[in-house]
């Protein structure tokens, strides 16, 4: 495939070009015209002595009588002197004769007639680039021939003009015949046949044009195919096709699998809708069992024809009264909707059992008191360590805990500092955020924990009650008193309720004790002081709290 030549058809524009219309030239003839005036001369009629019949002062005296003026006393130009009337009469006799101007007349046609046909031929111009690239090597060859023999017959023409022209310079006497080769006519069969190729090539050029954008095209795509191994591909295509025609198979006994278990989940999730009514009920016992002991009062659900919806049941003495929901506290509220959101994680569970949860609480004390807050506390604690799995699969369900209460964050985890038999933490296990000036800066260790303050008050009672110092432990517990209560949001009239005698205690030596009661006036000892602060969180219903911080098993037995 010659890509060069198709490339140039791709970029040629139509052309144009036409035959050459010649009439046959007797060149044999015009040899003979020439030689028979050649051969020609004049007699004089009226010889005039003083030129001799010499050709020369023949041509001299006819072209003195060309420049000079035919009137008497004209100046020679040669000579001098003045040229006579008679002089020109005679001249003009000698040179006007009948022979003379016939033969002139036959010159000149002659010189005409050869140069007319050497302005014929000089006027033939061809041209290669009028034909289309297919045909350009050829009209070239033909081209080079017409010009070589173009020159033949110009060169023949000027051979007999030159022999005319030295004709008219010796009208009285005769020239010698030319002696040269006629040459032969132009031939244009062979331009004429490759003019009507090229015009019918040019008819079909849009065609030729297309095939021609066809054949680049495959033999580009032959060179793409032969760098991509397309061979090759085709085997591993092959391969291929064999393995998805057996996964796809596969594929479809599982879709058909899956449409069947979707048919029995489907089943499953309208018996759950049926059975809806019951498990509210039972939410409903589960939620009043975690706040037995907490409030005085229960939750009752009661179902109609198109709902359900909710009261709260109270009795004092042996009267029971009903109220609506909307009448409890925004705390006993809070606790209410996060025990029944734990409730309906179970039932999530049940719909999604593949597909991982994201469950996500927002300040969950918020509005709380104290006995509700270790409700909450241990209620989180439960979720948060996974002993509930309907409700969160540790291995693929995540929990998200946000909180602005320091205690609850510090209780909630149930992963301390320490180590776990296979050496991790609970920074390990879990990951924790500080939110400082708009960003999220992670808890790694214990180090940069937000335990450091409180922790350390609980560190340095361990230390004063190991050494018997109870001055000081009286001091160091006020100051976690203070600190829990604050966290806590826990009035200290309430915390300090039925134990108002410790208050008074606590603060000796301190900025705020009383001035009748001094360092001396209590005798409890380190053990005995361990004790009542323990009762007092006993008290409050936070003996995990004191449990959690209290490590200190060397110092004092309680």
Known sequence: MDVTQLKKTLETEELFVNTVEWKHVNYSAYLKSTNEILKSKVEEKNRIKRLQNNQQRINFAEEGMRIHKHQSG????????????????????YFSADEVAVLKNRIVEGKKKVSQLSSLI?????TQAAFYPEYQETAGNILDDLVAHKKIILSFCDALEDALESKEKNLFSELDELDIEVPEDFDFS????LVKNNKEYGASLATKKREAQEKLRYNMIYKLLGQFKYDVKCVQMNDVRKTFKNVKEEFDKKVGQQADLEADIQNLNDQIDALKPKAEVQAIKNINKRLQGVVPWQLTYTENEETGYYQVSQTVGKKSTLRGVKELSTGEKNVIALLYFLEKL??????????????IFDDPMNSNDSDMQYLIITEM???YQGKQRERFDHQKDFIVIMTHNIHFYLNVPPYGAFEDKNGKTKYDKSEFYHLRQGAFVQITDAKRDMQTNYDALWIELGDLAKHGYTNSMLNSMRRIIETYIEFTGIKQDEFYRNNEQYLK????NSHSAIDEFSAQSFTESADELVSIFHRIFADNHAEAHFTAHWKNDNAVKH
């Not at 000089?122 to 061809?126: A, E, F, G, T």
């Not at 062979?190 to 046949?193: E, Q, V």
């Not at 205690?505 to 000796?508: K, Q, T």
């Open 346 to 359: 179970g039932e999530t569970t049940i719909q999604t059992s593949t597909s991982p949860k994201l469950i």
């Open 381 to 383: 604690q439960k979720l």
């Open 74 to 93: 004209e100046i020679c130009a040669f000579c001098g002197n003045a040229i006579s009337e008679e002089t020109f009469q005679e001249l003009e006799s």
């Open 190 to 193: 062979s331009y004429n046949s």
């Open 122 to 126: 000089i006027s033939m111009k061809w």
């Open 505 to 508: 205690l606590f603060n000796v």
